[in-house]
């Protein structure tokens, strides 16, 4: 039951058809845990706190940093040096008093992930490296939870939501860690209202998690461009062997499958940068632009076939098998998740990524004209 206290608080939301006071005890009931702290945990712990989810969990080693602020709005001046999972904990105490908070104050490993997901019923992925993604996807895949991952990059970001109902995972997007292709916000920036909108992303699938309701993006990439406001969609289909290489003892992680040494480079992606792409367009090669057909700017110098990442499997065909082709969006995440099923799915053995975008490419090519003059 909710009290009087809780009806007025969640008022607003109980007004709707798809919550109302069923919907809003379903919520109460649900354990959700966040791992990380940062960019993208700030706004799903606020938005899930604040829609009265009964029981969360934090997990972050970190402590808040002056340079956190600008996007990890959950924090202030005072909350620097501060561990963030207690730091969150004690705002979030102080927005919403009906709900539980649990902080875990360490980084996740494979000795301690089963233990700490196990308890919690939807998990959301807010890290910023590919090691604890790939272990909190495989131990999803064990426990048979379901996870909303989110990532950023720039101005670039994308949400799925892996793991849930037999649906595709983590590894069935990315079977295995490329880490040479591995930056977070430290390296290469970010815009601080982006984390913002991914996150935000993310706790709206939390609630459709809970109560059952709307299209949950399984099976589905969704990515979303900051600097065209442009959504596009990647489909996305379970791969069972993919799921199950790093899972052979059932019900156990194996710690060295979780260190940087693991990488297979064989299942890496090629990827050059601007210099190199500039280099490369004297050669006979293909050029594919996986952004959307208003996306701008128009390069018509490039002679780039235009087919969005969303068509990019019903027009696999118009890809040449035979020829050096290079893939390019606007920051280089939608073009790289294209590669990957392309070459997963359909065999492509031609495709190199432009590292960083087309944007990149711009700049580099209006400092040559510049210096040209």
Avoid: W
Avoid at 13 to 33: M, N, P, R, S, W
Avoid at 156 to 176: A, D, I, K, M, W
Avoid at 222 to 237: A, D, V
Wanted: net charge positive.
């Amino acid at each position: 039951m909710l009290s009087k206290d809780e009806l007025e608080t969640y008022s607003r939301q109980l007004l709707l058809d798809e919550i109302g006071q069923e919907g809003q005890h379903k919520i109460k009931q649900a354990k959700v845990l966040v791992i990380g702290a940062g960019g993208l945990g700030c706004p799903v712990l606020q938005y899930i706190n604040a829609a009265g989810v009964g029981t969360i969990g934090i997990v972050d080693c970190d402590t808040v940093e002056k340079s956190n602020l600008h996007r990890q709005i959950l924090f202030g001046l005072s909350s620097i040096g501060k561990n963030k999972a207690e730091a969150a904990k004690l705002q979030l105490s102080q927005n919403n008093p009906f709900t539980i908070i649990n902080s875990y104050s360490k980084a996740i490993k494979p000795i301690n992930a089963i233990e700490i997901i196990r308890e919690y019923d939807i998990i959301v992925d807010c890290t910023d490296n590919y090691t604890a993604r790939y272990l909190i996807n495989d131990a999803c895949v064990l426990l048979s939870k379901p996870f909303i991952h989110g990532s950023v990059y720039k101005f670039e970001g994308q949400v799925s939501v892996f793991n849930h109902l037999g649906g595709p995972t983590y590894r069935c997007l990315f079977p295995e860690p490329n880490y040479t292709s591995e930056t977070n916000c430290t390296q290469s920036g970010v815009v601080g209202v982006l984390p913002g909108l991914i996150g935000l992303m993310q706790a709206n699938e939390v609630l459709k998690l809970i109560l059952k309701t709307g299209v949950i993006l399984s099976g589905t990439v969704l990515t979303y461009n900051g600097l065209s406001c442009k959504l596009s969609t990647l489909r996305l289909k379970r791969m069972n062997h993919n799921i199950y290489k790093r899972l052979k003892e059932q019900g156990k992680l194996n710690p060295l499958d979780y260190q940087k040494a693991s990488c297979d480079v064989t299942n890496s992606i090629v990827q050059i940068n601007s210099e190199a792409f500039m280099e490369l367009m004297h050669e006979n090669i293909q050029i594919i632009d996986v952004r959307e057909r208003n996306e701008m700017p128009e390069l018509p110098e490039l002679k780039a076939r235009n087919i969005p990442i969303g068509q990019i499997f019903d027009r696999k065909d118009e890809i040449k098998r035979s020829v050096k082709t290079i893939v390019f969006c606007g920051s280089g995440t939608r073009s790289l998740n294209a590669i990957k099923i392309l070459q997963d799915d359909y065999a492509f053995r031609n495709l190199i990524n432009l590292k960083d975008g087309i944007q990149t490419y711009i700049e580099h090519r209006d400092l040559i004209l510049s210096n040209n003059k």
